[in-house]
T-cell receptor, first 114, second 113 residues
Framework: ELKVEQNPLFLSMQEGKNYTIYCNYS?????LYWYRQDPGKSLESLFV?????AVKQEGRLMASLDTKARLSTLHITAAVHDLSATYFC??????????????FGSGTKLNVKP | DGGITQSPKYLFRKEGQNVTLSCEQN?????MYWYRQDPGQGLRLIYY???????QKGDIAEGYSVSREKKESFPLTVTSAQKNPTAFYLC????????????FGQGTRLTVV
């Protein structure tokens, strides 16, 4: 059974600061995803990382993937209050008939204080 | 509009009742999923379906049932056997092997009264 661990689970930071969220997974995976969830809302896709060394950036968020270390990071640069949300990473494994089963981390709840 | 529609947004269930949550998609995706999310928790997989007329149990299937009679629809029934059904339920879909990103509906919040 594939395990996905995120840390930290809770993160409180000041606006303007930088921080990194880590996502470790236990076995080889095809792809890694980052999602954002606002309170009471659904999950919004942020990044899809497809290969070792992949790096993607959108605004103040940058995600990277190291498949050898089974590690992905989500780096926040100069945080702003609007980034306050819960962030999930997920990985997939290729199953029967090319079906992809998703495994989610527990989420990192980010609170950016003004 | 293309997307995933879950209904209702809020649902209240009395003890001992079965309730059905709707999930409809027009993305032409083969795979559909149901997840449960408890407050402050991650997502746990209830059931998933790769193709019409086929579905598999996830990690917490007890007390739930599904059907997949049409590609577009994957309803979830929460039965009276589910002892603690109060949660946020999310339906998701994913497409071809080359585009496996999961897309989520807006969710249904189920409360037992």
């Amino acid at each position: 059974e594939l395990k996905v661990e995120q840390n930290p689970l809770f993160l409180s930071m000041q606006e303007g600061k930088n921080y990194t969220i880590y996502c470790n997974y236990s076995t080889t995976s095809d792809r890694l995803y980052w999602y954002r969830q606002d309170p009471g809302k659904s999950l919004e896709s942020l990044f899809v990382l497809l290969s070792n060394g992949a790096v993607k950036q959108e605004g103040r968020l940058m995600a990277s993937l190291d498949t050898k270390a089974r590690l992905s990071t989500l780096h926040i640069t100069a945080a702003v209050h609007d980034l306050s949300a819960t962030y999930f990473c997920a990985v997939t494994t290729r199953g029967q008939g090319n079906f992809n089963k998703f495994y989610f981390g527990s989420g990192t709840k980010l609170n950016v204080k003004p | 509009d293309g997307g995933i529609t879950q209904s209702p947004k809020y649902l209240f269930r009395k003890e001992g009742q079965n309730v059905t949550l709707s999930c409809e998609q027009n993305l032409n995706h083969d795979a559909m999923y149901w997840y449960r999310q408890d407050p402050g928790q991650g997502l746990r997989l209830i059931y998933y379906s790769q193709i019409v007329n086929d579905f598999q149990k996830g990690d917490i299937a007890e007390g739930y049932s599904v059907s997949r009679e049409k590609k577009e629809s994957f309803p979830l029934t929460v039965t009276s056997a589910q002892k603690n059904p109060t949660a946020f339920y999310l339906c998701a879909t994913s497409g071809t092997p080359m585009n496996t990103e999961a897309f989520f509906g807006q969710g249904t919040r189920l409360t037992v009264v």
